[in-house]
């Protein structure tokens, strides 16, 4: 069991009188958390070292997933396709819906929820086959009740399966919209492949016959609704006929053509009136001209044709007649004889019967005035009258536009409405469904689930993630060390060397001596390792001559656990620095078990724990020299004293002080500080220690445990050596 020396009470017993020692001067290392340090590199070495338990998982893991493979029933996939024509389209305007988008995003999901929906499912189980129906109704008591179908507007009478008998038919459906196109998968998964192809076709079929059906529903009820709103709208318009007709004959308002009675009448006397009118005006300037010539009638020419009379055209012409006869006569027998003033008399008479016939016009002309001038008044009397009987009947017309309106509006809808009706009821027999089969499901020809193949590579995946996890987090919850990072992660303190593991002999050894790791002394190295191992026993050199204080080292050498090799160290590090021509003695301090005075001392001599134990001059102690040049110290085979009274005591310390006056090296040899407070009760007379463990062997809490025991002395410098490294699992 371990021992801490200063627990004991044998420090102030045996030791030397030293000064106290401040604690805060001691440098206690300070080691990362179990977490730290780990990279890809120590990931890569734990997947390395532990190869074995990852293996063994995956080919275990691989195993038990095919066995479960074994024990799953083999499903086969039905798979059946449809298009999906979601643009609505009217067959007689010729036009399409391609609003695109969001809308048919949301037309597409409606289509696909529908093709999941219990409706469907109902369709597909009223179905199937006997066989087929009584597989999923198993569990479903009460099937078989002959019920109208609610979905169904063929009107026959079906059975309705049972609610879960179509959730179980439901669970192996899976319907996916193909990409952002029209197309949509429709697939079956069951255990038998006939059944699942069976079962894929029959959801496309339904779903296409739901959708023509549904549509032909809609368009029957539309025209339903259609013949029973025209005839509503017939019997209205029949109606507003009727009202109006007895209106106008309690109102007396006869129609002409287009139009009334009374405004055919006023339009006609206006019409008159505007006539009579310029008559007058007409007739009063006859009449002034008239009056003009009867006055002068020299203006007989210029006389206006519209009153020019045929006996005053008659007396002109005789006047001329007369007057050429005059003139005639004048201008052979004179004025004065008879014939020229009967022509004379002639002309007068004929004068005086133009100015009775002017007379005669005047006169006629004023009677046409008068009775144009009459006329005009009657007119006028006959407007007033009939604009009177219009205003009277003003708000009669207002009744009577406004059931026209009424009777207008009734008649368009009515036209609208039938127009309507009679294309529903074309199309009620070329409807078409917004879906079709583009492909049926045919039998599988092999097992959709479990993919076997896929589902090894997988589990072997996985397994094998879970075997890298197990190895990596083995060798984080339960860490060893195997690697000089391992070493100074752990302990927080510097790892000096690493000594490869090697197979050692010793010249003229016994095999008993052999087996012992602190028997061999002389190496045989292979040449892959030699340099390794030269290199860490330099290594080891450099450090111990490397110390604070000036002039000769001592070096102390303890192991974690029995078999770490640390007395295999300490022979070689005196060995090699004797080698390189420094003075170097060996102190063998495992009192606990002798291994190297045992073997290589005679027993003759006194041993430094004889001269110790009596006192006597520390020169006295005998050594011998072994055929490297290093002078080994051996202890007492046999001792009535404990190892921490001899190496406790001041007489070691007098023992200790003698060597450094005549070697360069010290190396002290004792045992494991885990098992023993040994190493603690020397520590106080050397300058540096080593701390040797053995590679792949030690955990943290143990290296750790070791170098706190040491941190905690008044030691300049601890060190650790990495003994044993196997170059293949380091």
Same mark, same amino acid.
């Given at each position: 069991?371990a021992?801490?020396?200063?627990h004991?009470?044998?420090?102030?017993?045996f030791g030397?009188d030293?000064s106290?020692v401040?604690p805060?001067?001691?440098?206690?290392?300070?080691?990362?958390?179990?977490?730290?340090?780990?990279?890809?590199?120590?990931?890569?070495?734990?997947?390395?070292?532990?190869?074995r338990?990852?293996?063994? @998982?995956?080919?275990?893991?691989?195993?038990?997933t095919?066995?479960?493979?074994?024990?799953v029933?083999?499903? *086969?996939m039905?798979?059946?396709s449809?298009?999906?024509?979601?643009?609505?389209?009217d067959?007689?305007e010729g036009?399409?819906?391609?609003?695109?988008?969001?809308?048919d995003?949301?037309? +597409?999901?409606s289509q696909?929820e529908?093709?999941?929906?219990?409706?469907?499912?109902g369709?597909?189980?009223?179905?199937?086959?006997?066989?087929?129906r009584?597989?999923?109704?198993?569990?479903?008591?009460?099937?078989?009740?002959?019920?109208?179908?609610?979905g169904?507007?063929l009107g026959l009478? !079906?059975?309705e399966?049972?609610?879960?008998s179509?959730?179980?038919?439901?669970k192996?459906?899976v319907?996916?919209?193909?990409?952002?196109? *029209?197309l949509?998968?429709v697939?079956?998964?069951?255990?038998?492949?006939?059944?699942a192809?069976?079962?894929? $076709?029959?959801?496309?079929?339904?779903y296409?016959?739901?959708?023509?059906?549904?549509?032909?529903g809609?368009?029957?009820?539309a025209?339903?609704?259609?013949?029973?709103?025209?005839?509503?709208?017939?019997?209205?318009?029949?109606?507003?006929?009727?009202?109006?007709q007895?209106f106008?004959?309690?109102?007396?308002?006869?129609e002409?053509?287009?139009?009334?009675?009374?405004e055919?009448?006023?339009?006609?006397t206006?019409?008159?009136?505007?006539?009579?009118?310029?008559?007058?005006?007409?007739?009063?300037?006859?009449?002034?001209?008239v009056?003009?010539l009867?006055?002068?009638?020299?203006?007989?020419?210029?006389?206006?044709?519209s +009153?020019?009379?045929?006996?005053?055209?008659?007396?002109?012409?005789?006047m001329?007649?007369?007057?050429r006869k005059l003139?005639?006569?004048a201008?052979?027998?004179?004025?004065?004889?008879p014939?020229? !003033?009967?022509a004379?008399?002639?002309?007068?008479q004929?004068?005086?019967?133009?100015?009775?016939?002017?007379?005669r016009?005047?006169?006629?002309?004023?009677?046409?005035l008068?009775?144009?001038v009459?006329?005009?008044?009657?007119?006028?009397?006959?407007?007033?009258g009939?604009?009177?009987r219009?205003?009277k009947?003003?708000g009669?017309?207002?009744k009577?536009?406004?059931?026209q309106?009424?009777?207008?509006?009734?008649?368009?809808?009515?036209?609208?409405?039938?127009?309507?009706?009679?294309?529903t009821?074309?199309?009620?027999?070329?409807?078409?469904?917004?879906?079709y089969v583009v492909? *049926?499901?045919?039998?599988?020809?092999s097992?959709s689930f479990p993919?076997?193949?896929?589902?090894?590579?997988?589990?072997?995946?996985?397994?094998?993630?879970l075997g890298?996890?197990?190895?990596v987090?083995?060798? @984080?919850?339960?860490?060893v060390?195997?690697?000089?990072?391992?070493?100074?992660?752990?302990?927080?303190?510097?790892? @000096?060397?690493?000594?490869?593991?090697?197979d050692?002999?010793e010249?003229?050894a016994q095999?008993?001596a052999?087996?012992?790791?602190?028997?061999? !002394?002389h190496?045989?190295?292979?040449?892959?390792?030699?340099?390794?191992? $030269?290199?860490?026993?330099? $290594?080891?050199r450099q450090?111990?001559?490397?110390?604070?204080?000036?002039g000769?080292?001592v070096?102390?050498?303890?192991?974690?656990?029995?078999?770490?090799?640390?007395?295999?160290?300490?022979?070689?590090?005196?060995? *090699?620095?004797?080698?390189?021509?420094?003075?170097?003695?060996?102190?063998?301090?495992?009192l606990?078990?002798?291994?190297?005075?045992?073997i290589?001392?005679?027993?003759t001599?006194?041993?430094?724990?004889?001269v110790?134990?009596?006192?006597?001059?520390?020169?006295?102690?005998?050594?011998?020299?072994?055929?490297?040049?290093v002078?080994?110290?051996? $202890?007492?085979?046999?001792?009535?004293?404990?190892?921490?009274?001899?190496?406790?005591?001041?007489?070691?310390?007098?023992?200790?002080?003698?060597?450094?006056?005549?070697?360069?090296?010290?190396?002290i040899?004792?045992?494991?500080?885990s098992?023993?407070?040994?190493?603690?009760?020397?520590?106080?007379?050397?300058d540096?220690?080593?701390?040797?463990?053995?590679a792949?062997?030690?955990?943290?809490?143990?290296?750790?445990?070791?170098?706190e025991?040491?941190?905690?002395?008044?030691v300049?410098d601890?060190?650790v050596?990495?003994?044993?490294?196997?170059?293949?699992?380091?």
């Amino acid at each position: 069991m371990a021992m801490n020396i200063r627990h004991s009470g044998l420090h102030t017993a045996f030791g030397p009188d030293l000064s106290p020692v401040d604690p805060m001067a001691l440098q206690v290392p300070q080691r990362p958390g179990r977490l730290s340090g780990i990279d890809a590199v120590f990931i890569l070495r734990a997947l390395r070292r532990q190869a074995r338990l990852v293996g063994i @998982i995956l080919i275990a893991g691989l195993l038990a997933t095919f066995a479960a493979l074994k024990l799953v029933s083999p499903r *086969y996939m039905g798979t059946a396709s449809l298009f999906l024509d979601i643009r609505a389209k009217d067959l007689f305007e010729g036009q399409t819906d391609a609003s695109g988008g969001a809308d048919d995003m949301m037309r +597409i999901e409606s289509q696909l929820e529908l093709l999941r929906s219990k409706r469907i499912a109902g369709r597909v189980m009223s179905g199937l086959a006997p066989a087929d129906r009584t597989y999923f109704e198993k569990s479903s008591p009460g099937f078989g009740e002959a019920k109208a179908d609610a979905g169904s507007d063929l009107g026959l009478a !079906v059975e309705e399966p049972t609610a879960a008998s179509i959730e179980q038919l439901l669970k192996g459906l899976v319907v996916e919209r193909k990409g952002r196109s *029209y197309l949509v998968e429709v697939r079956y998964l069951d255990t038998n492949k006939d059944r699942a192809a069976t079962i894929a $076709n029959a959801f496309v079929n339904a779903y296409v016959a739901d959708q023509l059906e549904a549509k032909q529903g809609a368009a029957r009820a539309a025209n339903l609704w259609l013949e029973q709103r025209i005839e509503e709208i017939s019997q209205e318009l029949e109606s507003y006929e009727r009202r109006r007709q007895a209106f106008r004959a309690a109102e007396d308002l006869i129609e002409v053509g287009d139009m009334s009675l009374l405004e055919r009448e006023i339009g006609d006397t206006a019409l008159q009136l505007t006539s009579a009118r310029t008559n007058v005006a007409a007739a009063a300037a006859k009449l002034e001209q008239v009056r003009k010539l009867a006055s002068d009638p020299k203006g007989l020419l210029s006389l206006d044709t519209s +009153i020019q009379s045929p006996v005053i055209g008659e007396f002109r012409r005789q006047m001329g007649e007369v007057k050429r006869k005059l003139a005639k006569t004048a201008s052979q027998f004179g004025a004065s004889h008879p014939d020229a !003033v009967a022509a004379q008399a002639e002309l007068k008479q004929l004068e005086e019967s133009i100015s009775l016939e002017l007379q005669r016009i005047v006169e006629n002309a004023e009677l046409e005035l008068e009775t144009e001038v009459g006329k005009v008044k009657l007119l006028d009397a006959d407007l007033k009258g009939l604009k009177s009987r219009s205003a009277k009947l003003g708000g009669s017309e207002v009744k009577l536009a406004e059931l026209q309106r009424e009777i207008d509006a009734t008649s368009n809808l009515y036209v609208t409405m039938l127009r309507r009706y009679k294309e529903t009821k074309a199309q009620e027999k070329l409807q078409t469904a917004d879906a079709y089969v583009v492909t *049926y499901a045919a039998p599988a020809t092999s097992p959709s689930f479990p993919k076997t193949g896929l589902v090894l590579l997988f589990a072997g995946l996985c397994w094998a993630g879970l075997g890298a996890s197990a190895g990596v987090g083995r060798e @984080i919850m339960l860490p060893v060390l195997r690697r000089r990072s391992d070493v100074e992660r752990c302990t927080g303190v510097q790892c @000096i060397a690493e000594l490869p593991s090697v197979d050692l002999s010793e010249d003229g050894a016994q095999d008993a001596a052999k087996l012992n790791l602190l028997g061999p !002394v002389h190496w045989q190295l292979d040449d892959h390792l030699a340099g390794r191992f $030269n290199q860490g026993i330099l $290594n080891l050199r450099q450090w111990a001559l490397g110390g604070a204080k000036d002039g000769p080292q001592v070096v102390l050498v303890t192991g974690v656990r029995m078999g770490d090799g640390c007395s295999t160290v300490a022979l070689q590090l005196a060995a *090699y620095a004797a080698r390189t021509g420094l003075r170097a003695a060996l102190v063998d301090g495992n009192l606990r078990i002798s291994g190297i005075s045992d073997i290589l001392w005679s027993g003759t001599d006194l041993t430094f724990v004889d001269v110790v134990l009596s006192g006597d001059e520390p020169n006295r102690a005998g050594s011998f020299a072994t055929s490297r040049g290093v002078e080994v110290f051996p $202890n007492a085979r046999r001792s009535t004293a404990t190892p921490l009274e001899i190496l406790g005591s001041r007489a070691m310390g007098r023992f200790i002080e003698y060597l450094r006056g005549h070697f360069d090296l010290i190396v002290i040899d004792t045992p494991p500080i885990s098992d023993f407070a040994d190493a603690e009760a020397i520590a106080e007379h050397v300058d540096s220690s080593l701390i040797v463990t053995k590679a792949g062997s030690i955990d943290h809490g143990e290296i750790n445990e070791a170098v706190e025991r040491l941190t905690h002395r008044p030691v300049p410098d601890v060190g650790v050596v990495l003994n044993l490294v196997d170059p293949e699992r380091a």
